[in-house]
Structures are given as structure tokens and as C-alpha cells.
């Protein structure tokens, strides 16, 4: 069994930074990965890193301001956001699947263990 919790959310003005912490606990599974839900939309994925060699994933809209890593003797996923965007605001949520395929790592389908949610709040 995976359990997964995310910490480190808040509330900052544009142009801000926020490190959101998810600690996993039971086996590593082979991609780990965020996404965020705005109010009224879809769950979207930000970034995902494969847990193997820490080769990463990004999304459009985070590719350049955010970075993804992990350290594996903490079994601990993290999400440094810089340069945050009111767009950005959101509950972000940790996942964690067992897909090896690459080609998946930002597809939510392929995610079967998720957190409950960290809410990041970003105002103009």
C-alpha cells in the first residue's frame, strides 16, 4: 500500500515561490508526478520525474519555472514553483503509478496512487 501526502501549499502574490514537500510511504514506484485542480476545471499534470534516473517531465505552462525532483533516502517528492502566475492557483495533488512507459508520464489515467491535496493560492 502507497500513502501519500502533500505538504507545503499556501497563499503568495504573482511573482512568488512555493516548494511543495510530498513524503511516500510503502514501496517506490516507478513514476511519481503533480497535477493541479483549479476550480471548475479538469486535474492537469505539471510535471512527473521517473524514479529510476530522475529523468523528468514537464507541462507547457511549467516548463521553465518549475523543477520537479526527489530524494529517494526520504522517499520525499518535491515541486519548487518560482515566478508563480494566478493562473497557477490550484489544489495541487502528489500521484505515484507503476506505468514504465515514458510516454505516459504526464497522463493522469496512469496514475493510481494519489494524495489528498495541497491548495496553492496565487494573487495579482
Known amino acids: 500500500q502507497v500513502q501519500l501526502v502533500e505538504s507545503g501549499g499556501g497563499s503568495v502574490q504573482a511573482g512568488g515561490s512555493l516548494r511543495l514537500t510530498c513524503t511516500a510511504s510503502g514501496t517506490r514506484r516507478n513514476y511519481m508526478a503533480w497535477f493541479r485542480e483549479a476550480p471548475g476545471e479538469e486535474r492537469e499534470a505539471v510535471a512527473a520525474?521517473?524514479?529510476?534516473?530522475?529523468?523528468?517531465h514537464y507541462s507547457d505552462s511549467a516548463e521553465g519555472r518549475f523543477t520537479i525532483s526527489r530524494e529517494n533516502a526520504k522517499n520525499t517528492l518535491y515541486l519548487q514553483m518560482n515566478s508563480l502566475k494566478p493562473e497557477d492557483t490550484g489544489l495541487y495533488y502528489c500521484?505515484?503509478?507503476?506505468?514504465?512507459?515514458?510516454?505516459?508520464?504526464?497522463?493522469?489515467?496512469?496514475?493510481?496512487?494519489w494524495g489528498q491535496g495541497t491548495q496553492v493560492t496565487v494573487s495579482s
Open positions: 500521484a505515484a503509478g507503476d506505468f514504465i512507459n515514458a510516454r505516459w508520464a504526464l497522463d493522469r489515467s496512469k496514475y493510481i496512487y
Open positions: 520525474i521517473w524514479t529510476q534516473d530522475s529523468r523528468t
